[in-house]
C-alpha cells in the first residue's frame, strides 16, 4: 500500500469511527522516564481483557504523539517507547498533555487516550553569559541601584527559577522582584566606594530553582572602577576631537 493511500486509510476510518469513540481515559507520566516505562493497565481502564485486546487487534493509531507509546496486547500494559522531554514538547506552557487514539477491530472501536506529562526538575538555571563586569565610579551615591541579568530555567511550576542570593560582601545587598513571568534582581549600593582600598570588587549571584532538591546557576559578577577624570576626558575627545588630562583618579 503506497504512503499516501495508508494514511487515507487511517483518516477515512478515523473520521466513520469517531461517533462510536467511547470517552477518554486520562493517563499521567513523568517526562524523562525510561523506555519501557508502564503507564497503566490499559485493558484494566478500558474494561475489557488483555486477551480480547489481542483478539480484536489493538493498537495506537498513528499521529505524531504515536512514537511515544505503545501497548502490550498480551499485558494491557501502556508504556513508554521513546524519550519523552516536556520542555521539547511544551516549552513554557503549565500543562503538557498529549492525546493518542486507539483502535480495537471487529467490532470497531476507536477509544481516546490522553496522557499528562508531569514535569521533572531536569534544568538548572542560567544566566544568558556567565560573567558580567560593571563599570562605575566610586561616586555612586549609597542606595543607587543596578539592574542584573535574569536567570532562565526551562523546567514550569515549582521546577523553575524561584529565587537569586548574592554572595556575602560589604557593599550591596540584592532586591529581588518578582514579575508575572520572570524574576529579576538589582544590586543596591549599602556602602561607598573606594577604590583605593578595593580597586576590584567580585560578586557571585546564585540563582536558584525551586525543586527538591534544588538546581541553581551562578554569575560572576566584577566591578571595575572608572577614574572619573579619565571618563571626563573621554567625554571631552569625543565632543572635541582633543584631550589634555593625567590619569589622576578625582583631581578636577
Ligand atoms: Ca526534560
Ligand atoms: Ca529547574
Ligand atoms: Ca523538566
Not at 505524531?64 to 507509546?69: G, L
Not at 520572570?182 to 540563582?207: G, M, N, P
Request: one cysteine or more; charged letters at 20%.
Amino acid at each position: 500500500m503506497y504512503v499516501t493511500e495508508f494514511y487515507c486509510f487511517w483518516i477515512v476510518l478515523f473520521l466513520s469511527l469517531w461517533e462510536s469513540s467511547l470517552g477518554q481515559v486520562v493517563y499521567s507520566v513523568s517526562e524523562e522516564v525510561n523506555k519501557g516505562s508502564v503507564i497503566g493497565n490499559i485493558a484494566k481502564d478500558l474494561k475489557i481483557s488483555a486477551q480480547e485486546l489481542e483478539s480484536h487487534m489493538f493498537q495506537i493509531m498513528p499521529g505524531s504523539n504515536a512514537k511515544y507509546f505503545d501497548v502490550n496486547v498480551k499485558t494491557g500494559s501502556l508504556f513508554v517507547k521513546d524519550r519523552i522531554d516536556r520542555e521539547e514538547l511544551c516549552g513554557n506552557n503549565q500543562k503538557c498533555a498529549l492525546n493518542l487514539e486507539a483502535l480495537a477491530q471487529n467490532p470497531h472501536r476507536l477509544y481516546r487516550l490522553e496522557i499528562i506529562i508531569v514535569d521533572v526538575n531536569d534544568n538548572a538555571p542560567f544566566f544568558p553569559d556567565s560573567n558580567h563586569i560593571v563599570n562605575v565610579t566610586e561616586d555612586a551615591n549609597i542606595g543607587d541601584r543596578l539592574p542584573l541579568p535574569n536567570a532562565k530555567d526551562s523546567d514550569v511550576g515549582s521546577n523553575s527559577l524561584k529565587d537569586y542570593k548574592l554572595s556575602s560582601n560589604e557593599y550591596f545587598s540584592l532586591d529581588v522582584h518578582s514579575g508575572q513571568k520572570s524574576l529579576s534582581a538589582e544590586l543596591v549600593l549599602q556602602k561607598a566606594l573606594d577604590r583605593e582600598k578595593q580597586a576590584v570588587i567580585h560578586l557571585i549571584l546564585t540563582a536558584i530553582d525551586g525543586g527538591k532538591p534544588p538546581k541553581s546557576g551562578t554569575l560572576n559578577i566584577l566591578w571595575e572602577f572608572i577614574n572619573t577624570v579619565w571618563f571626563a576626558c573621554t567625554a571631552f575627545l569625543l565632543s572635541q576631537r582633543r584631550c589634555f588630562c593625567t590619569l589622576q583618579d578625582k583631581v578636577y
